[in-house]
């Protein structure tokens, strides 16, 4: 693919579609045509449009319909049933995602981490436990910078790590990472793929091309990625198995309250729940997966050791924000599904909890998300698009419930619950496409409410 020439055609101008464009640009001498397709307007998809255009690219809005080229990199929010993506398999090009692209034009090896819930923490901390080695250790993907500018940034001596999702794995057709992580499998993006079992298999394409002396780690925990474990190991692939419930041989696992790599019989203690900056159970799995992916990767025990205790909390995750009237404030706008909400939940031991919960919903059920925080609070408050719906799945089991419109008057209305010494805790369960363009922007303004509160206290 370094060396490929053609017609690259791009559809949407997110960052990945902007990224993909560029390269192509950059190829432009040795004969590589750019066309981009998008949807969208604003001032900040048109300032990209007439950037591209001045680089030689053509660019058009509003159409759906691809009518050539070679190859198609698509922008991981088009569905598959749009007609651009209809149109853009019928002619017989390869349609291929930005971290399929991005691997083809690679040198470096991968290390892929793909799940519902704790992707981006993970890798975060593997890419810190491996400079803690001493790799060249640089993020993509879903964090960081788009991944086709990380691989044609990070040479063969250096190590990307890509979180990977479910509609990226879905276009990929030769991506191989030497060391993949499946963290879990749980209802989310329903409304994408049509069905649970959809969705799973496209997480499961993150082992597709892995083969003997490659590494998956897979959370044995949860019901739905234990499903793969003994299907990859039985190609070859060595799999690790992350468990704080049992004990797997050559696993990750908890002994007591201390976390243990094992290898060929051999435990490897490292650190205690307790030094771990990052809260909640779930973490203590995520932490697990990443000691796994970094020592598959050649980092030694020391270096994994250290890196575990100095590694802090990502932005929108569990991430303190201030103290307001005795209650401590947490931004968890990441969590965009149920699943995301409960293991949050698990983060704060006994303190009084308030929830905020709301935004656009992805087709998920929050029936059983209702039930399962009615054990852990007395109070949610619901806001956005999905409020009525949210709020009636409360009702049902009884549980205090107040309605806002949007996050700055749940905020107001969740420090009128607040006690002194808990929690209120922003941790959604749905999109925040109904009221910001993303989870960072959710995230960066509920810390805004929360700052102004603290400072007319």
């Known amino acids: 693919m370094r060396d490929w020439t053609g017609h690259l055609v791009v559809l949407g101008l997110g960052a990945s579609g902007r990224a993909a464009a560029e390269w192509g640009l950059s190829r ?50 088009i569905r598959p049933t749009a007609p651009l993506m209809l149109s853009a398999r019928a002619l017989g ?28 923490t993970t890798t975060a ?22 991944a086709v500018r990380v691989a044609g940034e990070v040479g063969e001596a250096g190590i990307i790590v890509a979180e990977v999702s479910s509609f990226q794995l879905s276009l990929t057709d030769t991506f191989h990472p030497r060391v993949a992580a499946l963290l879990n499998i749980t209802p989310d993006h329903i409304d994408y793929h049509g069905s649970l079992e959809a969705y799973a298999a496209e997480k499961a394409k993150v082992f597709a091309r892995q083969v003997s002396g490659d590494t998956a780690i897979i959370d044995v925990d949860d019901e739905g990625s234990r499903a793969l474990a003994d299907p990859v190991a039985e190609r070859g692939v060595t799999v690790c198995r992350v468990s704080r419930t049992s004990t797997p041989a050559d696993g990750a696992y908890l002994h ?54 100095s590694f802090r909390p990502i932005e929108h995750r569990l991430e303190p924000v201030r103290t307001v009237d005795g209650a401590e404030y947490f ?27 709301g935004g656009r919903n992805k087709g ?28 009636d799945a409360f009702h049902e089991v009884a549980l205090h419930v107040v309605s806002a419109r949007g996050l700055e008057e749940a905020v107001d209305a969740a ?11 922003l941790s959604p369960g749905c999109t925040s496409f109904d009221e910001f363009i993303g989870y960072e922007e959710r995230g960066r303004r509920f810390k805004e409410i929360v700052g102004r509160m603290v400072e007319s206290a």
């Open 331 to 357: 931004n968890d706008s990441k969590a965009t599904n149920p699943d995301a909400v409960l293991k949050a939940l698990t983060a704060f031991g006994e303190r009084p909890l308030v929830v905020l919960l």
């Open 256 to 309: 007591g309250t201390t976390l243990v790599l094992e290898e060929r019989g051999v435990e490897h203690p490292l650190v205690d729940v307790s030094d771990l900056r990052i809260m909640g159970e779930h973490n203590v799995s995520n932490a697990l997966a990443a000691a796994a992916c970094a020592r598959a990767a050649g980092a030694g025990i020391e270096a994994i050791r250290s890196g575990l205790m």
């Open 415 to 425: 420090r009128t619950l607040a006690r002194p010494g808990g929690v209120v805790l």
């Open 364 to 391: 998920v059920d929050m029936r059983p998300l209702a039930a399962a925080v009615k054990v852990r609070t007395d109070s949610v408050v619901v806001f956005g698009e999905a409020a009525a719906e949210i709020a």
């Open 93 to 120: 090009a390869p349609v291929i995602s930005e971290i399929e692209l991005a691997y083809r034009i690679s040198r470096a090896p991968w290390i892929a981490i793909t799940g519902t819930n704790g992707k981006t």
């Open 28 to 77: 432009a001498r040795d004969g590589v045509r750019v066309t981009v397709l998008d949807s969208g307007t604003g001032d900040a998809v048109v300032e990209c449009a007439e950037s591209l255009r001045e680089r030689g690219a053509e660019v058009r809005f509003g159409v759906d319909h691809v009518k050539s080229g070679d190859i198609v990199v698509a922008s991981p929010g």
């Open 125 to 146: 901390l593997v890419t810190h436990l491996l400079r803690e080695a001493g790799f060249v250790a640089e993020p993509a993907g879903n964090i960081g910078p788009a």
